[in-house]
């Protein structure tokens, strides 16, 4: 039997929901280039859109928006656990798969109500989390704020401005959904067996947590950070090349030409740094990535190293006010839309996924019962 390590290249799903094309740089969201949707989308559209596989008509908008933000509120039970997970210093990916499962509580499985719930209530548990990590009460749920609005006010108790929840909400609607990625595939494989999608949903929460797949974002601020100054992103990306160290925010498993999710939030970075007093951050930034690009390029000639998602997510949650703590469950916030749609999608068409496995062990051993001593 020809085994497939990482299961690559190995087609394991058809859907409606998004085309990740790594040769040519596209990722398609139920038919809309990223770069289209994204920018221009509130995430309530974005969410009915993969959810019903069209954009709302207005009233039809209206309606799907009210009943998002009316399911906001967390099971007290799900507070408790967040307080007591925030009084033992958990990280806020821990405090989320543990609060994720309440979500279910004193309600009957129903898969598109479970979907709602999931994707309105992430915000309000990490929100919460973060206040309580920080010695601060939860505030109460707002039904009259947009989606990405919601969280930040979850945040930081205030109303944010319009331009912070535009950033957060092209951020939430760039990393709704990508393809077969793990979490995705974890939350596919949960729900073929016909169990809940919340248990699915927290199936991926756990995959999401582990670096290799959610844990970049961060480290790619850390490295802007450390160099400090334009005339030290040179020597200090050299030193690091030198050392064998990866550049954190470039090069992709699958694409092999930029990123265009990068392109989404570069973009989305500099319309929202160009009145902000950080400029000088974003300026810093843009100066890493073109040495890095190059230094990249004359050091690795043959590969296509060049930007992906984590280093503008970096640079666009840094300018909205989120710690680097936040970062991967912020990441959860929009990618929780992806998940819930996949859930339903193979609820629909799918059957059960049984991957077969390639056996290496050894054969023929022979088992010797040992022989009984009297005692002495």
Known sequence: MSTNQGLDNVVAASTRLSE???????????????????????????????????????????????????????PHAALEVLRAAAAECTSPMDALRMAAPLLSLGRKEDPLEDAMTAIAAFPTIVGAYSRLSQGEAPVAVRGDLGHAAHYLHQLSGTEP??????????????????????STFTARVIISTRSDVISAITGAVGALKGPLHGGAPGPALDMVFEIGTPE?????????????????????????????????????????????????????????????????????????????????????????????????????????????????????????????????????????????????
């Open 161 to 182: 401005s319009a331009d912070r929840a535009r950033a957060l909400e092209t951020y939430l609607n760039t990393v709704c959904d990508h393809g077969l990625n793990a």
């Open 232 to 376: 030290r992103a040179e020597p200090v990306i050299r030193a690091m090349l030198d050392r064998g160290e990866r550049l954190m925010g470039f090069g992709h498993r699958v694409y092999r030409v930029r990123d265009p999710r990068a392109d989404v939030l570069a973009s989305a970075s500099e319309r929202f740094y160009a009145s902000d007093v950080h400029r000088s951050v974003y300026d810093l930034a843009r100066h890493v990535e073109a040495t890095a690009l190059r230094l990249l390029r004359e050091r690795k000639p043959d590969r296509r190293l060049d930007t992906n998602v984590e280093f503008y997510t970096a640079l666009l949650l840094h300018g909205i006010g989120l710690p680097t703590a936040l970062f991967t469950p912020t990441f959860a916030v929009g990618r929780v839309l992806g998940w819930s749609a996949h859930c339903l999608e193979q609820l629909r068409d799918g059957r059960l996924i049984r991957p077969q496995s390639a056996y290496v062990g050894p054969r023929d051993l022979h088992y010797e019962r040992p022989v009984a001593t009297a005692a002495a």
């Open 20 to 74: 990740v094309d790594g040769e040519a740089g596209r990722l398609t969201i139920a038919g809309y280039a990223v770069d289209d949707l994204a920018p221009a989308a509130t995430f309530e559209e974005v969410a009915f859109l993969l959810l019903n596989g069209r954009l709302p008509e207005p009233a039809e908008g209206v309606t799907f928006a009210r009943a998002l933000a009316a399911r906001r509120e967390l």
